[in-house]
């Protein structure tokens, strides 16, 4: 989840009269997770469904409505003007379809300012536009562009000065020099056409979705924001715009409009929608009994607007709440501004009667025996590493079942039998002392339409006399006694053990699973001192088979 | 009172009352037994402050390989004496006698003026009765001594001369009894045993500390009314994000936080129904291409939420509690508080009545029977649940709130294309975070190392 910093200074003069105590302790109510703190800074965990807490003028209009300082939605007072045009051009269908955009004049833009919307923007990139595959916005000093802008391709030998950069660089000079260029050039493909945003002078204003051009560049002396969002879906690059212009009204600016015309596009309405949400369904899900003026003003702290009408509340959205999915959203809505800490807990007697598993019951009976046995048990992961599974132990690894891209080298295979890593328990104990016993139960994998998963269940016994008798004694008993299962056991081979020491056990004449003295090589490839025997049966094709 | 010993201990007493200081060896002679007993015996003794242990170390003086050969032929300055005896020899005829000690013989003689030289011929002068170190060579013969008891000045000019003599420093022990073994009384019960003596460590077999705090919490959700399902830990992608409202897009979905099984899709997903239902919904609200190949793509279940959607969608039930308890992954570096794979338990309540105040009395009451008190509801955010929260408890010993259970009421998202028409509330979390509060452990790795100075020793905590 992203992390936003935040000066409690800065928020005081946003938000208007409160102590930083009250901040921090109000911040947790709005989802804000406080991650740290540091005199006047505080570091908090935002949900990325609340993509407009990406800045703290989001974060100080949340805590306002919590406060009670201001309620009710932020309308965005949006100038309606002709003098900014964007036109597409239908060549960008193909690539990147939609652009949308705003104009923001009159503000203050101080260094703090602009980290906090570099930091929006890079949230903003890498949630809701999905890292700028889905959307990506460019904020420019509008007052280096000349309009009407045109949306349109170009070849990748289309030459403009980046941003960051003194020179002037091609298409792939830039998408194979500049970080974000290697970062994001995939999202182009290996089309020879790139979207581009010209103005009236040809001059290139942005290279969506990688960089802008640097004659645009905001600094402290910018005074008017030209913000242009592309993407490949129109509501999707409105949604990303709605967060912006909210954010940058907050901020002090004045929005004006932008017309967008051509291939499918057309001006953004940034509007509100309604809703509709019966108060019976609010009062049900949250278990209180809440009037509708009630509703209404926990829905306007939470910074909605909202009417009643009958039982029914009719709920006002801005756009950039493009979170909300529906009604059960506005409950949510309802108990944050209500305050989750005015919930008081209720337990209502169960209608039901709780019941263990019966394969969890007879595990755990399984358990039990084997701790009367001196068995001591052991847990290990089930994803594990090939070099316990077959390579320690000679097991053939051919239908070995592997992840994906591990971030951990021990945890690589699914593990197709237990034995193996209580083997590799025995190895890292040797200097404790013997006997050593000990077993497992868990689930092994295999490969069969597309997996298989059983419960198996495995032990091993170490000291200086462990021979074969001992261990069959054990399984026998435990079955028999724990089960009533009585096995046979009939002379095998395998890698795992000696010749002559091993065996199948078998259910009804069917094989079960194997036993037998652990193959000295093995535990020589442990540094094991004293001999192993040990065992291993699926469970799932004897006591847990119906 | 009298006090019961072991026949050992009692025959050390009685010799040492007899004779206060001994040594180990005058011991095994006194009371017949043998080294090892005697070297036990007073181990027991002196671990019950009956006997006190006396060690010193002396140097013990023999001889070596040339005051042997000295010792049974006399000194070689000796040995020219006596051949000087007789009257005055050549040079050339001792030489021949005296062999290899000649040189050193003729040294000494002509330094301490014992003998004359003239010409070629050597005659004896005037030789004490008795040389330097004939006395000291004499005392030690054969025997081992202790240093004191020469007399230094004699031994000195033994010391210079080559393997002549051999020093060694060795340590000898005094066994005394102490005052309250003095005065003792030893009891005459024959065959008796000290009771009070320390024993070896034995150990348990005993069920995993880990295992254990899974039992006791699959045991308190059974005792609120819930039952248990199981499921498969290898799962779809549709049922372990699909059916839960996670857009095909999402960041959670990427390799680098969930294992895909290489090269493993599921055949059967769901039912047609199912599948159209859940990619509307993904469709509508996300706003993208569903794609049935990415819901085949086969994972490790990174949550237990996958088994009891699928329960909810084949069963329907009106009024239910049940929960999910096991294995969950998430491809992560292991550390001290993370690992790949771990204990998740995760429940639902479906009822008409079911309610957050509900869902966080359940919540409460959890926390108490596992003894946690102070806890605290936050607002959070789950794809799948809306609205969502997170239980916080304070943990004294750190001194800070810890997010521990997640919970919520299913999203209508959810629910629908499933066709479950009940609110649905579903809470759950990892269990080793509360097993490693309970067993005070700072290393979450330790319940998956099988240490067995650990699992033998780590106290069973109910």
């Avoid at chain 1, 964007?86 to 690539?95: A, Q, T």
């Avoid at chain 1, 724990?482 to 004449?509: Q, R």
């Avoid at chain 2, 409202?245 to 999402?250: I, K, R, V």
């Avoid at chain 2, 509330?425 to 990892?430: D, F």
């Amino acid at each position: 989840m992203p992390v936003i910093e935040l000066s409690y200074s800065r928020l005081q003069k946003l938000i208007g009269k409160v102590s930083k105590k009250q901040i921090s302790d109000s911040l947790p109510f709005l989802g804000l997770d406080i991650e740290s703190e540091d005199k006047d800074l505080v570091r908090v965990e935002y949900s990325p469904n609340r993509p407009d807490y990406s800045t703290d003028f989001g974060i100080a209009l949340g805590l306002q409505g919590l406060f009670g300082i201001k309620t009710g939605p932020i309308k965005l007072n949006v100038k309606k003007s002709n003098k900014y045009l964007i036109s597409v051009k239908s060549n960008v269908s193909r690539i990147r379809p939609f652009v949308t955009g705003i104009v923001a004049k009159n503000g203050k833009i101080d260094d703090k300012t602009i980290k906090q919307l570099m930091t929006m923007q890079e949230d903003l990139h890498f949630g809701i536009g999905r890292k700028r595959k889905k959307s990506s916005i460019g904020i420019h000093d509008l007052d280096k562009i000349s309009f009407p802008l045109v949306y349109t391709t170009t070849n990748r030998n289309h030459k403009f000065i980046p941003l960051n950069s003194e020179k002037e660089l091609n298409i792939s000079e830039i998408l194979d020099t500049t970080d974000v260029g290697k970062d994001y050039g995939s999202l182009l493909g290996q089309s020879s056409q790139v979207p581009i945003i010209l103005d009236e002078d040809q001059n290139t204003v942005s290279f969506p979705p990688i960089i802008n051009a640097a004659v645009t560049t905001v600094t402290t002396k910018t005074k008017n924001l030209f913000v242009e969002v592309t993407g490949l879906n129109k509501d999707d690059a409105e949604d990303m715009l709605s967060v912006v212009a909210t954010v940058l009204q907050s901020a002090g600016f004045t929005l004006e409009s932008v017309k967008i015309t051509g291939a499918k596009n057309s001006s953004p309405k940034l509007q509100y929608r309604k809703m509709t949400v019966n108060s019976s369904l609010i009062n049900q899900i949250l278990g209180l009994n809440l009037s509708s003026s009630k509703i209404i003003s926990s829905l306007k702290k939470s910074r909605l607007d909202a009417s009643s009408k009958g039982t029914n509340i009719i709920c006002t959205i801005p756009a950039y709440r493009f979170d909300i999915f529906g009604p059960m959203d506005l409950v949510e809505e309802v108990a944050l501004g209500y305050g989750i800490q005015n919930l008081e807990p209720t337990i209502s007697p169960s209608q039901t009667i709780g019941k263990t598993n019966p394969v969890s019951l007879k595990l755990k009976s399984l358990d039990q025996t084997m701790i009367g046995l001196g068995y001591l048990e052991a847990l290990n992961s089930s994803l594990t590493s090939k070099r316990v599974l077959y390579d320690m132990t000679n097991r053939d690894s051919t239908k070995l079942l592997s992840v994906l891209d591990s971030k951990s080298r021990e945890h690589t295979i699914l593990r197709d039998s237990i034995l193996p890593g209580l083997l590799e328990n025995l190895s890292r104990n040797i200097h404790e002392s013997y006997p050593q016993k000990m077993f497992e139960t868990g689930t092994v994998f295999a490969t069969e339409n597309p997996i298989s998963e059983k419960i198996s269940f495995s032990g091993i016994s170490a000291h200086k006399d462990a021979n074969f008798t001992e261990i069959k004694s054990i399984i026998q008993s435990a079955l028999n006694i724990g089960f009533g299962i009585k096995i046979e056991t009939k002379t095998a081979t395998d890698s795992t053990f000696e010749e002559g020491h091993c065996a199948s056990i078998m259910l009804n004449n069917i094989p079960i699973g194997i036993i037998g003295k652990i193959d000295s090589k093995i535990i020589e490839n442990y540094k094991i001192r004293v001999p192993v025997v040990g065992f291993e049966i699926s469970l799932s094709d004897s006591v847990l088979k119906n | 009172m009298s006090q019961v010993f072991h026949d050992i201990e009692k025959k050390i007493i009685t010799s040492l009352r007899d004779n206060p200081k001994q040594s180990p060896e005058s011991l095994e002679k006194s009371t017949q037994l043998s080294p090892d007993q005697i070297r036990r015996g007073i181990e027991w003794l002196k671990l019950k402050d009956l006997a006190i242990v006396f060690e010193s170390k002396s140097s013990v003086i023999s001889l070596g390989k040339n005051g042997i050969e000295s010792f049974e032929k006399e000194l070689p300055e000796r040995r020219l004496l006596n051949l000087l005896k007789d009257g005055p020899k050549k040079l050339s005829d001792l030489q021949k006698e005296l062999g290899f000690v000649f040189g050193p013989s003729i040294g000494l003689a002509r330094k301490n003026n014992w003998v004359d030289f003239s010409s070629n011929e050597i005659s004896i002068k005037n030789p004490p009765s008795e040389l330097p170190g004939e006395k000291t060579l004499k005392l030690i013969g054969i025997e081992k001594l202790s240093k004191d008891k020469i007399d230094s000045a004699d031994l000195s000019g033994l010391l210079k001369r080559p393997d002549f003599i051999v020093e060694d420093v060795i340590k000898t022990k005094e066994i005394s009894l102490s005052d309250a073994a003095k005065s003792i009384k030893i009891s005459d019960s024959v065959g008796g045993i000290d009771v009070e003596a320390k024993v070896p460590e034995v150990f348990v077999a005993r069920t995993h500390p880990l295992k254990d705090t899974i039992d006791e919490i699959r045991e308190i959700f059974v005792t609120l009314g819930f039952s248990e399902i199981l499921g498969n830990i290898t799962q779809s992608s549709f049922w372990n994000f699909d059916a839960l409202f996670t857009p095909q897009d999402h960041p959670a979905r990427e390799l680098q936080d969930t294992f895909y099984l290489d090269r493993i899709n599921a055949k059967k997903i769901g039912t047609p129904e199912q599948i159209r239902k859940v990619s509307e919904s993904h469709k509508k609200n996300w706003r993208y291409q569903w794609d049935i190949n990415e819901a085949r793509k086969m994972v490790l279940r990174t949550h237990t939420t996958c088994v009891t959607i699928k329960h909810l969608a084949e069963n329907k039930p009106d009024e239910a509690r049940i929960f999910s308890l096991g294995r969950v992954f998430r491809n992560e570096k292991v550390s001290y508080k993370h690992l790949v794979e771990f204990n998740q338990i995760e429940g639902v309540v479906v009822g008409k009545d079911a309610s957050l105040k509900n869902l966080m009395g359940i919540q409460r009451e959890f926390y108490k029977r596992i003894g946690i008190t102070k806890i605290k509801f936050w607002p959070t955010f789950f794809p799948y649940t809306e609205p969502s929260l997170q239980t916080m408890v304070y943990n004294e010993k750190l001194g800070k709130w810890i997010e521990l259970f997640g919970m919520g009421i299913f999203r209508p998202e959810v629910t629908k294309p499933l066709g479950i028409t009940q609110p649905v509330l579903a809470w759950g979390g990892g269990i080793e975070r509360i097993a490693m509060l309970k067993y005070d452990l700072g290393d979450v790795r330790e319940f998956y190392n099988n240490n067995l100075g650990w699992l033998r020793s780590a106290k069973k905590c109910q």
